[in-house]
């Protein structure tokens, strides 16, 4: 690598809420025999699997394990639809499934709802090279859509550390946010299109938007599914923008000695990385020594410090890339804003980087129990959170780390204790997502709600838009059998 340079003490929660889940609705029907053989019918038996299921009925973190019986693999939109129309016509739940990376029990059965799995939907696949428009089935693996467009010169405008797992699905049915949202927006600026199927009787085929960058002539009825959370439909095809792959990039770590300085850094990233600025991630040492402990995974910076900053430019031109990330970087040197850094000279360094960032979800979970928090906030108070928690839970905590895109204000607070403790639960809710919603800020960033984050759901929002929320399940889902007991 090229060196380039020498609290408050809690009050008692305010409200309480159900932090339990909701008993099985014995008004749903439970899976007889009957009804896998009806399943193995018109799907054939390899479609039909109801052994050695426990991938599909537990979630990455290992703390939501669900009871269902069943994982159904349709191989294409028929399927799906004839599935939906039999457990819609006999009211039997079901649970739509991407790559089951989801980090809100989103995607597992609760009780004993039948798992839609989107594992065999990812044949089609066609590429506008011209208009950067992609057309594809929504059970493809992120990572080789990305793969199958780095040959024709683009790329997948988001990227996250599950992309070898999650689908392109499952991203759009929450929304995923990840590491470059900072220069290419949100889902929203790029769904075009979605093929969808409804929970309804007929298991209804709708085919929503377009494959062309300008349509008005309609409600954007696609980007109701962003963020949808497996509640309104099974997408099973998706239509988006990718963006042109980047001929440079260039990656960089600071260690910065202050949040303060953190936020300033990111104020002169945007005003003098500008258009080449990809990615701007944060560590704070606790997370790194967390990477060490439990991955041996160590800095790469020489000093310790407080705070660690990721920044990544993307761009078509080296030489030009290269020069204002020097600059950028000992403009941050002479202002006295890092005190250490290094800018990757070889893919490998880069790599290295992002490996420490990409790794500390992994590196929390092996810590023991991990408490996970998804939240955005206003920067004044992105990084307080941290301490006010810090300081609640004391002893109680093994380790309070923070890791995060720093560049939108979403801020990822992991808490770990040796084994799950009731104690620490009642000290961090309500109170954490209380004081989230008092700062400003949003109780779910990018993971959405699923299971985890139900009793708290109602924080921040207004009656009027949950009531709408509610009204627009009931239109897609007049039986109330898609994903129940989470989300809405
Ligand atoms: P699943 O987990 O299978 O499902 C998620 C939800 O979508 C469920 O409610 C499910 O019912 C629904 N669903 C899935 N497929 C469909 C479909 N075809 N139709 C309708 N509903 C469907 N998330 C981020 O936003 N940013 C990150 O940076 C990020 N990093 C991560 C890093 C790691 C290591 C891990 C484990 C997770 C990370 N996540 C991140 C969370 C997760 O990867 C994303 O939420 C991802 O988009 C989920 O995709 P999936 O295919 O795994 O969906
Ligand atoms: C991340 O940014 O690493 C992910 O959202 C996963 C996590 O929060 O652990
Ligand atoms: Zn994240």
């Excluded at 889940?21 to 896998?36: C, F, G, H, I, T």
């Excluded at 683009?154 to 070898?164: Q, S």
């Excluded at 290419?184 to 979605?194: E, I, M, V």
């Amino acid at each position: 690598m090229l060196k380039l340079i020498p609290k408050i003490r809690p009050r008692r929660p305010t409200r309480s809420y159900a932090a339990v889940l909701a008993p099985r609705n014995e008004s749903y029907a439970k899976v007889m025999q009957s009804d896998l053989l009806a399943f193995e019918n018109f799907l054939g038996k390899d479609a039909v699997q109801k052994d050695d299921i426990t991938n599909h009925t537990t979630d990455w973190t290992g703390q939501f394990k669900g009871h269902g019986s069943v994982v159904l693999y349709p191989k294409n939109t028929e399927d799906v639809s004839a599935i939906l129309a039999y457990c819609s016509r006999n009211k039997i739940a079901v649970v739509p499934q991407g790559g089951n990376t989801g980090l809100v029990g989103g995607s597992i059965p609760v009780h004993d709802e039948v798992v839609l799995s989107m594992n065999k939907i990812n044949k089609q696949f066609t590429f506008d090279d011209t208009m950067g428009i992609l057309q594809c089935d929504a059970g493809f693996i992120l990572e080789d859509l990305d793969n199958k467009l780095s040959k024709l010169g683009y790329m997948m405008p988001f990227d996250l550390g599950a992309k070898g797992s999650c689908q392109i699905g499952g991203n759009i049915a929450t929304c995923a946010g990840g590491i470059r949202l900072i220069r290419y927006g949100s889902l929203h600026a790029h769904l075009l299109g979605l093929t969808v199927v409804l929970p309804d009787e007929q298991g209804s085929v709708l085919h929503l938007g377009s494959a062309i960058r300008k349509d008005n002539t309609s409600l954007h009825t696609p980007h109701l599914f962003l963020g949808s959370e497996g509640q309104l439909g099974v997408i099973t095809s998706v239509t988006m923008t990718a963006v042109p792959r980047p001929k440079s990039v260039q990656s960089a770590m600071l260690g910065v000695e202050s949040f303060k300085k953190c936020c300033e850094i990111l104020k002169m990233a945007k005003s003098s990385l500008s258009e080449v600025l990809s990615s701007f991630e944060f560590l704070d040492e606790a997370i790194m020594e967390c990477l060490k402990v439990n991955l041996d995974l160590h800095p790469v910076l020489n000093k310790s410090t407080p705070f660690s900053i990721l920044v990544e430019t993307s761009g078509s031109n080296e030489d030009h890339d290269m020069e204002k990330m020097s600059a950028f970087l000992e403009e941050c040197y002479s202002k006295q804003l890092i005190v250490d850094g290094v800018l990757a000279g070889s893919s490998a360094d880069a790599t290295k980087m992002w490996k420490l960032r990409e790794s500390a979800p992994l590196a929390v979970t092996r810590d023991g129990y991990v408490y996970k928090h998804d939240v955005s906030l206003p920067l004044e108070s992105y990084y307080e959170l941290t301490n006010v928690m810090k300081e609640r839970c004391g002893d109680l905590a093994k380790r309070v780390v923070t890791y995060g895109h720093l560049g939108d204000g979403n801020t990822h607070l992991n808490i770990t204790s040796a084994k799950k403790n009731e104690e620490l639960e009642n000290l961090m809710y309500p109170f954490l997502y209380e004081w989230v919603v008092a700062h400003g800020g949003s109780i779910s960033a990018e993971h959405g709600i699923g299971q985890l984050k139900l009793p708290y759901s109602t924080l921040g929002k207004e009656s009027e838009e949950r009531l709408l929320t509610k009204k627009l399940k009931n239109i897609f889902d007049p039986n109330a059998i898609l994903n129940p007991y989470k989300m809405i």
